[in-house]
Every structure is written in C-alpha cells, then in structure tokens.
C-alpha cells in the first residue's frame, strides 16, 4: 500500500501546484477507488473513475472543504473525524523552514511567525502529508524558487519520503483515533 500512497501524494502536489503559491491548507479524504466507484458510482463519474480504474488498492482523493478562515491546521484536524469507508488522508500546506540553528537567535520579545517571515534565510516549501489508518505514512516537499510568484508552482523538483513531517503525519494519524 506504500507505493499507492506514494503515487497519490505525488498527484495531490501536483494538482495543488498547477494552482501556485500562497494558498490556503487543503484536506484531502483518501479512499479505496474500488469502493468509490461501488459504493459511489455518481461521485465516481464525476470524477471521471470506471471500474477500469479501480484496480486492487489503488486510493482516490477527495478534497474536502476546509472552514475559509484563518483556523490554525493542528487545531482544524483536532476536530476533524473520518467515516469507515475513508482509509486515510492528505493536507498539504504552505510553510516556512530556517537554517538549523536559526530559531536559537530569534528575539525573545517578538512574534516568532513574524521573526520567520522575515528572516533573510527562510524558504518557503509546500508539505504534502498523506497517512493511512494502518499507520502508513508518506510526504512530499517542493521548495519554492526564489522569486517565483504566486502563480508559478511546479518550477523545483519534489522531495518524497516518509519522515518529511513527522509532527503533522502524528496529526493526521490522530482524525482516525476513536478518543
């Protein structure tokens, strides 16, 4: 099931980053396209899925709606609760990361996130994270280009591996407790 996470979260990233830069997080339900197109053979044509298409393990995203305020990610999946039929799910988010070392030297007395937006060394990346209720895990990581702009989104090569986010994978992995 490891190769059919790592080809949907390639597919995610790219579909997110044929729309640019400076979006807001999405979510994404991760299903089995055989039960999709069973279970849901409307959603499933809407999609443009047939039963060709639904080969043994193979996962369907499903982009859900996601609240158009500022609600911080982790305290958005601390509400969120899947349905049996949704195996897994996908965020992909826009983040700053700094040099090691850097956030040792940030100003005790200014806003940490306003600190990072400005610091001359900072990237900005687009983290895709996918895990399974089995407890597969996958991400990618694209960083974006110095001076690319918003509507670009494809100009660096993506990063695949499993421990890309280890804190927001953990995240994910809490929507399917039964707490």
Excluded: K, N
């Amino acid at each position: 099931m490891t190769d059919q996470l790592t080809a949907v979260m390639t597919e995610i990233e790219q579909h997110v980053a044929g729309s640019g830069w400076d979006q807001r997080p999405r979510l994404f339900a991760l299903v089995d396209t055989a039960d999709l197109v069973r279970r849901e053979p409307a959603m499933a044509e809407r999609l443009g899925l047939s039963d060709a298409d639904a080969a043994a393990g193979t996962l369907t995203p499903v982009e859900q709606e996601t609240p158009e305020d500022d609600t911080p990610l982790y305290e958005l999946l601390a509400h969120i609760g899947w349905p049996d039929e949704v195996i897994g799910c996908a965020v992909v988010d826009e983040v700053l990361v700094l040099p090691p070392g850097a956030e040792a030297a940030a100003p005790e007395d200014e806003d940490s996130t306003e600190w990072a937006q400005t610091h001359p060394q900072r990237r900005e990346v687009r983290l895709a994270v996918g895990v399974l209720r089995d407890g597969s895990r996958m991400a990618t990581l694209r960083l974006r280009a110095d001076g690319e702009t918003p509507a670009d989104g494809q100009a660096d090569d993506v990063v695949v591996g499993p421990d890309l986010a280890p804190g927001l994978a953990e995240a994910l992995l809490e929507t399917f407790s039964d707490d």
